[in-house]
């Protein structure tokens, strides 16, 4: 049981590190791996995290320039991971929309080969002002340029795991919905 949870946590990293465009480290495999097979490894470590993201954008926008994202995140594990923190830059062609650091309070736990929404995201900023923001709403998605997590894996209920700091990851086409708030009479 140990030696496949320490495989898994190297799986982990080489998840996150592919996403990020390095090349994943070699996945040395120590022990049993609970009935995973090579191949279902190298088709964990194509997926992302972050599934979908929501944005919001109220009428209280226009004066804030802050607006507010949720995002569905998916563990591919077979172990729980847990989210504790997240700082993100995300937009389109390598230009930065939306910036956000967020802790959760309480974590976010992504059950074993589940997903979890992370909750609303207040205080975004619209790094391009509201305009240009609505500017991509037709495009339905977003790309994350930049992004830094802490987790824990093999948490139970939220609690304990192995702490994890990764930086510097990346996805494109992340598939994204916006609501924008309008008068109505
Ligand atoms: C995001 O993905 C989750 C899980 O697949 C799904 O339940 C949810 O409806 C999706 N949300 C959007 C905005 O597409
Ligand atoms: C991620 O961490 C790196 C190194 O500490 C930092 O330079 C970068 O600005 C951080 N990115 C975000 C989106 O917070
Ligand atoms: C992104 O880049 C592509 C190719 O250069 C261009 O066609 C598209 O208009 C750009 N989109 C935005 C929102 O800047």
Same mark, same amino acid.
């Given at each position: 049981m140990f030696?496949?949870?320490?495989?898994?946590?190297?799986?982990?990293?080489?998840l996150l590190l592919k996403v990020a465009g390095v090349p994943a480290p070699t996945i040395e495999v120590i022990g049993a791996l609970d009935g995973l097979s090579e191949d279902d490894i190298i088709d964990a470590l194509d997926l992302g995290l972050v599934q979908n993201i929501s944005?919001?954008?109220?009428?209280?926008?226009?004066?804030?320039?802050?607006m507010t994202i949720d995002f569905?995140?998916?563990?591919?594990?077979?172990?729980?991971?847990?989210?504790?923190?997240?700082?993100?830059?995300a937009g389109v062609n390598d230009t930065v929309f939306a910036s956000f650091s967020q802790t959760f309070d309480p974590p976010v736990v992504i /059950? +074993?080969?589940? !997903?979890?929404?992370?909750?609303?995201?207040?205080?975004?900023?619209?790094?391009?002002?509201?305009?240009g923001t609505l500017s991509i709403i037709p495009l339905e998605e977003l790309d994350i340029l930049d992004m830094n997590i802490t987790i824990r894996v093999a948490s139970i209920g939220g609690v304990g795991g192995i702490p994890l700091a990764l930086?510097?990851?990346?996805?494109?086409?992340? /598939? +994204?919905k916006? !609501?924008?708030e309008t008068l109505s009479f």
């Open positions: 030696a496949s949870v320490r495989v898994l946590v190297l799986l982990c990293l080489g944005v919001l954008i109220t009428l209280e926008s226009v004066l804030t320039n802050l569905t995140a998916e563990n591919t594990l077979i172990l729980e991971m847990t989210l504790d923190t997240v700082s993100c830059s /059950p +074993t080969l589940g !997903t979890a929404d992370s909750g609303p995201i207040d205080n975004v900023d619209m790094v391009q002002g509201i305009l930086n510097g990851l990346m996805q494109s086409d992340v /598939p +994204t916006y !609501t924008v």
